[in-house]
Each structure stands twice: as structure tokens, then as C-alpha cells.
């Protein structure tokens, strides 16, 4: 049956195996001028790789020119993450943004939210963790403890998030909360805030491999206040906004 297959559909355009030979030069000379080392996925963040990585145009590709972005086809997308990963060039750094927290501001954030990070994010200054796991939740997203009470003019969050890679050198993160009592459907009065994390009452603790290794973190947050301007979306529906994100951390 499967010498039947034909895959010749699968055979990249010349436009986009122009965009694969730039990319590979492009890494090429990186790793060799500054002594990479390939690494397994995204997992090492570097600043500066991550803002030559912006300066060609490759984090944003696919958003809006008055977001930073190239409005560049989701097949250009794939060729330069597809290089990335092959070499194991250290992403981290911009690897969130781009693959979750920028088309997730896209689609639910406000005019305000997408002006402040998006052209940050794709110049490559910007960076995002993500905030939802905890402890004793496993991959259990609807039973997060972390919550967020009304007061004047915002929220104030508290509670702890685990296995934030990267959020020791990240700026904010999307995090999951409760923002209503569980009245039965664990699914409902979930919300989604921007936190960012050099602000008072956020404490960053490292998670070590045994080896000494760090890019995992437990983050704390005690009594935290995050404003209106904050809120991803509308309140209550988080868990809309997260299935559609977990879509994009799969996909992207």
C-alpha cells in the first residue's frame, strides 16, 4: 500500500528552499563564531542569538507589519523552525513568544497589550514563560489553586506555578489563575493574567537537574497586583483561551 503513496506535494517551493540554504548559513556561522554547542529543542536561551535570530525577520513571521511582524506564510514559518530545531540552536529565549504568547495576544488581547509586547517580542528584546502548571496538577490544567481576588483597579494573585522553564531570565508570563470560587465545573472562573516577573511580591526559586543544570523554576506569588490592562482577554474564560494555546504549543 505505501509505495502507492505519492509525496512529490511535499517538495518545497524554490522561494521557500532559498529561505532553508539562508537559514543554514546563517546558523553555521553562529555555531561556529560563538561555540555553540547543540542542545535538545529550545531548551538554551540566549539574548543576543535570539536578537540576530529578529534582525532577519524570523521571530513575529507570520503577524501583522504593525505588530513587528513579516506577514511571511506559516510554510516560512516551518522552514525556520524546522532548521532551528535541526541544529539545536538555543531558541529559548524567544521560543514561547513566538510559538504561543504572540498569536494568543493576537487573538485575545487588547490594542494596548499587542502595541506593548508584540514589536518587543519580535525585535527579540521581549521574552516570555508560561505560566500554568503547579504542583500536585500534573497536566490536571483545570485544577490550579493559584487565584486572583477583585480589588480597585485589578487583581491580586496568589499562589505557586512550577516548571516555568526560563522564567529566572524571562520579563512576564501568561499565568492561569482562578478568578471564581469552583461552583462545580472546574472548567469555568478559570482567567488568564500577564505577570511580569520582576515586580514586588513574584519569587523565582530554581528546580536543579542533578548535574547542577537550571531552566526549570518554581514561582511564587504573594499577594501580587496585577491591573485591568493585564487581563488576557475576558475574565472567566481561560479555559477557552488555554485549548487554543495548548493547540499552538502542539502545532507550533
Known sequence: MFDQVDFSALELPASARALQREVREFLVKEFAALKFSPSLGHTEF????SKR???????GMTWPKRYGGQERSYLDRFVVTEEMLAMGAPC?????ADRQTGPSLLRYGTEAQ?????PAIARGECYFALGMSEPNSGSDLASVRTRAERVPNGWRVTGQKVWTSWGHKADAFFVLCRTAPDAGNRHEGLSQLIVELKQPGVTVRPIRFMDGGHHFNEIFFDDVFVPDDRVVGEIGQGWRQITSELALERSG
Not at 535570530?53 to 521571530?59: H, M, P, Q, T, Y
Not at 529559548?92 to 514561547?96: G, I, P, Q, S, V
Not at 499587542?114 to 508584540?118: D, G, H, P, S
Request: glycine share 4%.
Open 53 to 59: 535570530v529578529a534582525a532577519r525577520g524570523w521571530i
Open 114 to 118: 499587542r502595541q506593548k509586547y508584540l
Open 92 to 96: 529559548a529565549a524567544h521560543w514561547f
Open 46 to 49: 540566549h539574548a543576543e542569538f
